[in-house]
């Protein structure tokens, strides 16, 4: 398993800790072993925050390989009211074919922390299309009955078809914006709906 963390490098500057995390897997050494780990050893990745917009520059998420990217391809730019973004949000499983998600069902809905100020999904109608039917959009931003929304509360920074997650096409590698890793006995009041995805669990068994 590779895990990228979220975090603010340089205080959060534009495209903040992905740019950084991208260039270094673009070395070719590294590369390399990334795309043996992921076409010969059966591995899987997760990307979370700052690692999913590194997942994305790369193109592990959504073409599965590290990749040149060109300004068609899918991104992770500014939310739409143009400042970081810090609360919950609640999403829906719309897709369980990333082994992240073995542990939960499609429909099922989370409240997840979100911090950031560059989670807003963007891609064009043929990419979305193709994504969608691959069952490849593994998350959604919904309000509080499960509905997708476009706007603002619930879909906090403006991502296309509300999208907080996505995976590669066989799913294994998985990029999101929830921080899915702060979870902990006593953390959230009054806050509906599970806080715990199993991302973590789902991945270590996996592997047994």
């Not at 999913?52 to 899918?74: H, M, R, S």
């Not at 609360?87 to 829906?92: E, F, G, L, P, Q």
């Amino acid at each position: 398993i590779i895990m990228l963390p979220g975090g603010f490098s340089g205080g959060d500057e534009p495209e903040g800790s992905g740019k950084f995390i991208a260039t270094t897997f673009r070395n070719p050494k590294i590369s390399e072993a990334v795309q043996k780990l992921l076409n010969c050893r059966d591995g899987l990745m997760l990307g979370i925050c700052n690692g999913f917009q590194a997942l994305i520059k790369l193109g592990l998420v959504p073409y599965g390989e590290i990749k040149t990217i060109n300004e068609d391809d899918p991104t992770l730019t500014f939310n739409t009211i143009g400042r970081h973004i810090s609360s919950m949000a609640y999403t829906r499983v719309t897709s369980v074919k990333s082994p992240w998600l073995s542990s939960v069902n499609a429909g099922d809905m989370f409240a997840v922390p979100i911090s950031h100020g560059e989670g807003r999904f963007v891609a064009n109608e043929d990419v979305m299309k193709k994504l969608i039917e691959n069952g490849q959009v593994a998350t959604q931003y919904v309000n509080l009955d499960g509905e997708v929304v476009a706007d603002m509360p619930f879909n906090p920074n403006g991502s296309v078809c509300a999208v907080e997650g996505i995976t590669s096409p066989d799913g294994r590698v998985l990029g999101k914006m929830g921080h899915c890793e702060r979870k902990g006995d006593n953390l959230y009041k009054n806050v509906p709906f599970e806080k715990d995805m199993l991302l973590f669990e789902s991945g270590v068994k996996y592997f047994k």
